[in-house]
């Protein structure tokens, strides 16, 4: 077998950890006694990838395997699957759980990337490893026979809808939410279909470009803008050691974003939140993201409309604020798995235990992000999905447990009501979105129910 193989990165994460879960990975290839082909060291952006992918195309390959080392986009899954018919494979890494930066983020590079594969139904292998464990060479075997697949698992149909009245879904069909700014490239996960979430769910968009934040937030009041620092300031421990011009250049993005919201009479926005709001505008939109939802008002990242969608549902049933969130982690070992992002959880998420910090973004060093672990307690997860191209309802129960906080930002440390390895087969397996929100207690039967109104079915991970 001549295998090709990539190995993907960023260099926004830890380049020097990446490096050297790469040549583990490298020697676990070597073990195996394989003949591969494709360049030995990391390629930490599209276009050198994309050079590597062109030049793999010439040579007779049996399989292909990206390494991914680091969070990436889907871009390069998605063009490997359209230019090579052979078997693609996906081997993701778990990082240990410091309490500090989140240093690779690979199994949110493995979940975009499944999103993607099973829009354009490309079944692929994929294995969730460390290189340097013991069972490297054990699942990276299984993967390479081909006994590590996808599959393509499929939601229950949708339940006949009970003839009573649906408060929740009369209220979701008076919801208005603004999008600034596009989903950043390789981004499938946050694509969206205007005419059909105002024909299931009765909901309007209206999109603007991330100019018009930059506007806003350039020409807020001063008052508003020093209201929200004197707050920081009072309430988040470490807030006096930040860049206060940066920290200023957030809180008036905070201020742009009400304002925007305030005008359009807007329920939740949707905002493109890296690299302009960073590189552009000077500051993080985490912390007022983390506001706003905490007063009601969802605010998902990385222009993600249906992840807003799903704050918005989960919200309505559960009368309480939602978190936006990625899964970062899933450990077999202790069952355990972590909900994470930058800094945006609303704050009576926060365990109580533990007082708010003021911190900066882990990859692009700017404030404001509040960071704190999140509390114990029960919780429903939902996605509003597309995967696999049809519209359906995603839910899975757990508990969040009283740990420390497991990578800096917000985060917790749960279970799910299943195995965890069961549970990441599921969300692979069914190329779940990366964002998911979450809410405390239990809402699946209320969200089921839901489902059955709309029609759309439902899938339980």
Same mark, same amino acid.
């Given at each position: 077998?001549?295998?090709?193989?990539?190995?993907?990165?960023?260099?926004?994460?830890?380049?020097?950890?990446?490096?050297?879960?790469?040549?583990?990975?490298?020697?676990?290839?070597?073990?195996?006694?394989?003949?591969?082909?494709?360049?030995?060291?990391?390629?930490?952006?599209?276009?050198?990838?994309?050079?590597?992918?062109? *030049? +793999?195309?010439?040579?007779?390959?049996?399989? =292909? +395997?990206?390494?991914?080392?680091?969070?990436?986009?889907?871009?390069?899954?998605?063009?490997?699957?359209?230019?090579?018919?052979?078997?693609?494979?996906?081997?993701?890494?778990?990082?240990?759980?410091?309490?500090?930066?989140?240093?690779?983020?690979?199994?949110?590079?493995?979940?975009?990337?499944?999103?993607?594969? $099973?829009?354009?139904?490309?079944?692929?292998?994929?294995?969730?490893?460390?290189?340097?464990?013991?069972?490297?060479?054990?699942? +990276?075997?299984?993967? +390479?026979? #081909?006994?590590?697949?996808?599959?393509?698992?499929?939601?229950?149909?949708?339940?006949?809808?009970?003839?009573?009245?649906?408060?929740?879904?009369?209220?979701?069909?008076?919801?208005?939410?603004?999008?600034?700014?596009?989903?950043?490239?390789?981004?499938?996960?946050?694509?969206?279909?205007?005419?059909?979430?105002? *024909?299931?769910?009765?909901?309007?968009?209206?999109?603007?470009?991330?100019?018009?934040?930059?506007?806003?937030? #350039?020409?807020?009041?001063?008052?508003?803008?020093?209201?929200?620092?004197?707050?920081?300031?009072?309430?988040?421990?470490?807030?006096?050691?930040?860049?206060? *011009?940066?920290?200023?250049?957030?809180? *008036?993005? $905070?201020?742009?974003?009400?304002?925007?919201?305030?005008?359009?009479?807007?329920?939740?926005?949707?905002?493109?939140?890296?690299?302009?709001?960073?590189?552009?505008?000077?500051?993080?939109?985490?912390?007022?993201?983390?506001?706003?939802?905490?007063?009601?008002?969802?605010?998902?990242?990385?222009?993600?409309?249906?992840?807003?969608?799903?704050?918005?549902?989960?919200?309505?049933?559960?009368?309480?604020?939602?978190?936006?969130?990625?899964?970062?982690?899933?450990?077999?070992?202790?069952?355990?798995?972590?909900?994470?992002?930058?800094?945006?959880?609303?704050?009576?998420?926060?365990?109580?235990?533990?007082?708010?910090?003021?911190?900066?973004?882990?990859?692009?060093? =700017?404030?404001?992000?509040?960071?704190?672990?999140?509390?114990?307690?029960?919780?429903?997860?939902?996605?509003?999905?597309?995967?696999?191209?049809?519209?359906?309802?995603?839910?899975?129960? $757990?508990?969040?447990?009283?740990?420390?906080?497991?990578?800096?930002?917000?985060? #917790?440390?749960?279970?799910?009501?299943?195995?965890?390895?069961?549970?990441?087969?599921?969300?692979?397996?069914?190329?779940?979105?990366?964002?998911?929100?979450?809410?405390?207690?239990?809402?699946?039967?209320?969200?089921?129910?839901?489902?059955?109104?709309?029609?759309?079915?439902?899938?339980?991970?």
């Amino acid at each position: 077998m001549t295998l090709g193989v990539l190995g993907l990165g960023r260099s926004t994460f830890d380049v020097g950890f990446a490096e050297e879960k790469l040549a583990a990975m490298l020697a676990a290839l070597d073990r195996s006694g394989l003949e591969f082909a494709g360049p030995r060291h990391l390629l930490l952006d599209d276009n050198a990838a994309e050079s590597a992918l062109r *030049e +793999l195309r010439d040579s007779s390959l049996e399989g =292909l +395997l990206l390494l991914q080392t680091t969070f990436t986009d889907a871009s390069i899954a998605a063009r490997a699957a359209s230019e090579f018919d052979c078997p693609l494979m996906i081997w993701a890494v778990p990082e240990p759980r410091t309490g500090g930066r989140l240093r690779l983020n690979s199994i949110c590079g493995l979940n975009l990337a499944s999103h993607a594969l $099973g829009l354009r139904g490309r079944e692929f292998g994929w294995i969730y490893v460390d290189p340097l464990g013991g069972d490297a060479d054990r699942e +990276l075997a299984e993967l +390479l026979a #081909g006994n590590r697949l996808s599959g393509a698992i499929q939601p229950r149909s949708p339940a006949r809808a009970s003839s009573r009245p649906c408060p929740a879904a009369e209220a979701l069909r008076s919801k208005r939410i603004v999008r600034l700014g596009q989903p950043p490239p390789g981004f499938d996960t946050c694509a969206y279909d205007s005419s059909q979430l105002t *024909e299931v769910f009765g909901m309007a968009v209206d999109e603007l470009g991330i100019d018009r934040l930059f506007e806003a937030a #350039g020409n807020s009041r001063r008052d508003d803008v020093d209201s929200l620092l004197a707050d920081a300031k009072e309430t988040l421990r470490g807030f006096d050691h930040l860049d206060l *011009e940066a920290a200023t250049r957030s809180m *008036e993005l $905070g201020a742009g974003l009400e304002g925007i919201r305030a005008e359009g009479a807007y329920d939740a926005i949707a905002v493109r939140c890296w690299p302009e709001t960073f590189t552009e505008y000077g500051g993080a939109v985490c912390g007022p993201a983390g506001t706003l939802c905490e007063s009601g008002i969802p605010c998902a990242c990385e222009a993600d409309v249906y992840g807003s969608v799903s704050q918005l549902v989960l919200q309505e049933v559960s009368r309480s604020p939602v978190f936006l969130a990625d899964l970062v982690d899933l450990d077999p070992v202790s069952d355990t798995g972590v909900l994470w992002h930058c800094g945006q959880a609303p704050e009576s998420m926060r365990d109580p235990d533990i007082p708010p910090e003021a911190a900066v973004h882990s990859n692009r060093k =700017l404030p404001l992000l509040r960071e704190f672990p999140l509390r114990p307690g029960r919780i429903t997860l939902l996605r509003v999905s597309r995967a696999f191209g049809e519209l359906k309802i995603a839910t899975a129960g $757990g508990e969040m447990l009283k740990r420390p906080k497991a990578f800096s930002g917000t985060s #917790g440390v749960f279970r799910f009501d299943m195995p965890a390895s069961e549970a990441l087969h599921r969300i692979i397996g069914c190329g779940l979105e990366h964002h998911l929100a979450v809410a405390y207690g239990d809402f699946r039967a209320e969200l089921r129910a839901l489902a059955a109104h709309f029609g759309l079915p439902c899938l339980e991970f």
